[in-house]
């Protein structure tokens, strides 16, 4: 089986590029969607998260208020900190059993973890490439901005949380520019996927992007 990193910044679009990575045939394993899984009401991380942030971070559900967690976490990098030695053992612990489940099921399989801090939790160990979905700066915090309907100053909160988007395309040994149209972006997670499995027309030129 061939383990593959997919990473990139907030909003860069790496669920856009995951979503086709799936229509191409790879097994996507989705490192946010499980941190929101782990944090369903009554399960222990939800209520360590309860207890460490206080009912304010609830919705009257019980289930957790992740406007108001976000608002208190990215405006303070000491509960963030708090916030991901609950959540992230817990995505760890899930992420390696459904890589386990892959494997098994098939073991030719490119599975594809997407896992927005990759490089700031140092998760890169066993992976035969690391692809960065990579636009520039300006054009990210316009993404976010209208994705979320965040200020300017609550986007770069955001951004500023992560590894600048730039020093992560240097650490790629594979860069997909999503600054262009879907269609572009299409292309280029095409010509990945082929090389990735080896496939003919998946050979460099094609998919490489040089640093700039
Ligand atoms: C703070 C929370 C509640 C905000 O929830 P919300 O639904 O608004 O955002 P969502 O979970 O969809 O995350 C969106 C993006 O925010 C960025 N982000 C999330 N958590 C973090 C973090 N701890 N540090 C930096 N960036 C982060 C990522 O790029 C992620 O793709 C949530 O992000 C969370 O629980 N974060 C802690 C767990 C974590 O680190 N998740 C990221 C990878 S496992
Ligand atoms: N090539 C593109 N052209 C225009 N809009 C795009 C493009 N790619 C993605 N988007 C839009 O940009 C936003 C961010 O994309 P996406 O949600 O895939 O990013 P993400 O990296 O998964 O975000 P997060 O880090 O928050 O999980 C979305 O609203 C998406 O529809």
Redesign the pocket.
């Known amino acids: 089986m061939r383990v593959v990193g997919l990473t990139?910044?907030?909003?860069?679009?790496?669920?856009?590029?995951?979503r086709m990575f799936q229509k191409a045939g790879a097994v996507i394993i989705d490192a946010?969607r499980i941190a929101r899984q782990v944090v369903a009401p009554g399960l222990p991380a939800w209520r360590e998260i309860r207890e460490t942030f206080g009912p304010a971070v609830l919705l009257p559900d019980g289930s957790i208020d992740r406007e108001a967690l976000g608002r208190l976490v990215f405006a303070d990098p000491d509960k963030r900190r708090r916030l991901e030695r609950i959540v992230h053992p817990r995505v760890g612990q899930e992420m390696a059993t459904r890589m386990a489940h892959a494997e098994q099921t098939d073991p030719d399989a490119v599975v594809l973890l997407d896992i927005?801090l990759l490089f700031e939790t140092d998760r890169t160990q066993g992976l035969s490439d690391i692809i960065v979905?990579y636009l520039p700066e300006a054009l990210q915090c316009r993404?976010?901005m209208?994705?979320?309907g965040l200020s300017e100053t609550d986007a770069r909160a955001r951004m500023n949380a992560q590894l600048p988007l730039a020093e992560k395309r240097r650490r790629a040994t594979i860069v997909i520019d999503?600054?262009?149209?879907?269609a572009?972006?299409e292309n280029q997670v095409q010509a990945v996927y082929r090389r990735l499995t080896g496939q003919p027309g998946g050979k460099k030129e094609e998919w490489f992007h040089d640093e700039a």
Do not use: F, H, Q, Y
């Open positions: 990139g910044g907030i909003a860069s679009g790496k669920s856009t590029v995951a946010d927005p979905v993404r976010l209208e994705r979320d999503n600054s262009g149209p879907m572009n972006t």
